[in-house]
């Protein structure tokens, strides 16, 4: 009885080791290169209007007007 616990744990822990084992390894695709600018990383239909990829000036422009819209002491006056 005991030495049928004791195969079957075996088992068991040999079965998890090699499911480990097994496991494809998970990378993620960066989508833009690191050595960009921010203000040079997208240029889709899904960014905001107004802002052209690679102009600074409408860059900060439009993080200035996000800020703005999320501070609630200025909404709030």
Request: glycine share 6%.
């Amino acid at each position: 009885m005991i030495k049928r616990i004791s195969l079957t744990a075996a088992l068991i822990a040999t079965t998890f080791t090699l499911g480990a084992c097994s496991e494809v390894p998970q990378t993620v695709v960066a989508a833009k290169k690191g050595d960009e600018k921010a203000y040079v990383a997208a240029d889709n239909k899904y960014v905001e209007k107004g802002w052209t990829s690679g102009d600074q000036v409408s860059w900060e422009k439009q993080l200035k007007t996000r800020s703005l819209g999320q501070d609630d002491y200025v909404k709030a006056k």
